[in-house]
């Protein structure tokens, strides 16, 4: 079975751009998680969409968005890159009904310059 | 809000010592707990989990978890330590109530042979 893939692994960015990330889920999950993962500050969330909705947000402004198509992969758009944008994001699915444990994929490692 | 707190940040320990991290969050209903290891270079992994039943949860590796409810923690433990633990580990909170991943900060181990 495959894991949570995304997509790319690398990006380099310059500062003022916009990117686009993508996640696949695992098949059967409905819900998708985003997460920022910025040198010494942990796991932030960023955006959870399940069954195409986006049912919570983290504490990200409004340049970080998202969606989630039928097929139940996910995007992520940072609009305006910031060099403080620069982290791994990470993709999470899980498995309806709420509750289970999420599996993670490999990140994408972004960097603003 | 709910919360998860990972008191130590960062550990240094020896090959064959016992190993303990603590992990607390703040939520007061019905929660399942979970810790997640990122060895270096590889995506988060699942080490064990806690929905119900037995307070004291066996994961991967020979490590061991235990809840306790009326102190809200769910600290994991591992009687010896080996050097391919070294990583940093998160402990994470959801509910079917709220269904988002809440995560600790995380702490970094470092075993040294």
């Known amino acids: 079975e495959a894991g949570v893939t995304q997509s790319p692994t690398h990006l380099i960015k310059t500062r003022g751009q916009q990117v686009t990330l993508r996640c696949s889920p695992i098949?059967?999950?409905?819900?998708v998680y985003w997460y920022q993962q910025a040198l010494g500050l942990g796991l932030q969330f960023l955006l959870w969409?399940?069954?195409?909705?986006?049912?919570n947000r983290g504490n990200f402004p409004p340049r970080f968005s998202g969606r989630q198509f039928p097929n139940y992969s996910s995007e992520l758009n940072v609009n305006a890159l910031e060099l403080e944008d620069s982290a791994l994001y990470l993709c999470a699915s899980s498995a309806p009904p709420g509750g289970n444990e999420a599996f993670f994929g490999q990140g994408t490692r972004l960097t603003v310059v | 809000a709910q919360s998860v707190s990972q008191h130590n940040h960062h550990v240094i320990l020896s090959e064959a010592a016992s190993l303990e991290l603590g992990c607390n969050y703040s939520?007061?209903?019905?929660?399942?707990l979970f810790w997640y290891v990122q060895y270096p270079g590889q995506h988060l992994q699942l080490l064990l989990k806690?929905?119900?039943?037995?307070?004291l949860v066996k994961g991967i590796k020979g490590f061991e978890a235990e809840f306790i409810k009326s102190k809200f923690s769910f600290n994991l433990r591992k009687p010896s330590v080996q050097w391919s633990d070294t990583a940093e580990y998160f402990c994470?909170?959801?509910?079917?109530?709220?269904?988002?991943?809440?995560f600790g900060s995380g702490t970094k181990l470092n075993v040294k042979p």
């Open positions: 969409y399940d069954e195409g909705e986006e049912r």
């Open positions: 939520y007061g209903g019905t929660v399942n």
């Open positions: 806690y929905f119900s039943g037995d307070p």
């Open positions: 994470a909170v959801n509910s079917y109530n709220f269904n988002k991943f809440y």
């Open positions: 098949s059967g999950h409905t819900s």
